[in-house]
């Protein structure tokens, strides 16, 4: 079954730095677009950074400028690198990406979350 782990949250202070990083693995064929969400508590899922197939990235005006969405294809791995971290930053972080198998193309796929809790 092809699974999303997400990994890399943990506590920051603000304006330091966090790194997740979420790899697939499983039977893929192939992946299509990937993005970053967040969701605090008592808040709506919000999505925060795409990258496209071919690397083209977009980002919610909140962390631009701050973050950096990027994929490294061949290890089936997207990274989101948060600078100049801020309290507001505070969600569990959910990588969400259109994978291909041999039984079905470009379905959603969710990782579990990591929490990123950014103190001041």
């Known amino acids: 079954q092809v699974q999303l782990v997400e990994s890399g949250g943990g506590l920051g202070q603000a304006g330091g730095s966090l790194r997740l990083s979420c790899a697939a693995s499983?039977?893929?064929?192939?992946?299509?677009?990937i993005h970053w969400y967040r969701q605090a508590p008592g808040k709506q899922r919000e999505l925060v950074a795409k990258v496209t197939t071919g690397g083209t990235t977009t980002y919610t005006e909140s962390v631009k400028g701050r973050f950096t969405i990027s994929r490294d294809n061949a290890k089936n791995t997207v990274y989101l690198q948060m600078n100049n971290l801020k309290p507001e930053d505070t969600a569990v972080y959910y990588c969400?990406?259109?994978?291909?198998?041999?039984?079905?193309?470009?379905?959603?796929?969710w990782g579990q979350g990591t929490q990123v809790t950014v103190s001041s």
């Open positions: 969400n990406a259109m994978i291909s198998t041999f039984s079905y193309y470009l379905r959603d796929t």
């Open positions: 499983g039977s893929i064929v192939s992946i299509g677009a």
